[in-house]
T-cell receptor, first 113, second 114 residues
Framework: DAGITQSPRHKVTETGTPVTLRCHQT?????MYWYRQDPGHGLRLIHY???????DKGEVSDGYSVSRSKTEDFLLTLESATSSQTSVYFC????????????FGPGTRLLVL | DQQVKQNSPSLSVQEGRISILNCDYT??????FLWYKKYPAEGPTFLIS?????DKNEDGRFTVFLNKSAKHLSLHIVPSQPGDSAVYFC?????????????FGKGTLLTVNP
């Protein structure tokens, strides 16, 4: 499995505060993704990156921003956390090329009070 | 608009029997399909995939079948084992042009009873 870590693994925060989640991969993968998992919704793409400083929106990007200044790090920021952003967040990375797969991190459980 | 559908939220089978998980899709641009397995409190792990140029791919106890005309794929697990109990997600991709983004179904919880 690809070496993908996420930090923190658990976080409790209050409504209105900014929150940054970090994803770190050691595989030199070009592509990185942020998902959220919620009951009844499966995994939904928030933002993704196709290279350093190259990012784009996914299907549920409102209220989130991302940055990728290095190949190995992909940051997800909740500018002003809301209770609807309580979720489990997964990061994934993928090498370039057809026939490859995305490899997922262990997840971050975020609770917004 | 759900492009990847897993219509069975849960499935229960006996150990040793076959498990069949189903997935339907609506986007005809999808050309690569994957199954992921997820245990509680862990990230999804890749299980098996299939390209749209094939109709079957096998890996040990796991076989994925693709019916392009019906826009349907299925995952067969034979024989099922208690350790297979997990949530299974079907996912689809449009390929490189989409930056290999995946669209996931909502998942099916498989329970294998000893």
């Amino acid at each position: 499995d690809a070496g993908i870590t996420q930090s923190p693994r658990h976080k409790v925060t209050e409504t209105g505060t900014p929150v940054t989640l970090r994803c770190h991969q050691t595989e030199n993968h070009r592509y990185m993704y942020w998902y959220r998992q919620d009951p009844g919704h499966g995994l939904r793409l928030i933002h993704y990156s196709y290279g350093v400083k190259d990012t784009d929106k996914g299907e549920v990007s409102d209220g989130y921003s991302v940055s990728r200044s290095k190949t190995e790090d992909f940051l997800l920021t909740l500018e002003s956390a809301t209770s609807s952003q309580t979720s489990v967040y997964f990061c994934a990375s993928r090498p370039a090329g057809t026939g490859e797969t995305q490899y997922f991190g262990p997840g971050t459980r975020l609770l917004v009070l | 608009d759900q492009q990847v559908k897993q219509n069975s939220p849960s499935l229960s089978v006996q150990e040793g029997r076959i498990s069949i998980l189903n997935c339907d899709y609506t986007n005809s641009m999808f050309d690569y399909f994957l199954w992921y397995k997820k245990y509680p409190a862990e990230g999804p792990t890749f299980l098996i995939s299939i390209s749209s140029i094939k109709d079957k791919n096998e890996d040990g106890r796991f076989t994925v079948f693709l019916n392009k005309s019906a826009k349907h794929l299925s995952l067969h697990i034979v024989p099922s084992q208690p350790g297979d109990s997990a949530v299974y997600f079907c996912a689809a991709s449009e390929g490189g042009g989409s930056n290999y983004k995946l669209t996931f179904g909502k998942g099916t919880l498989l329970t294998v009873n000893p």
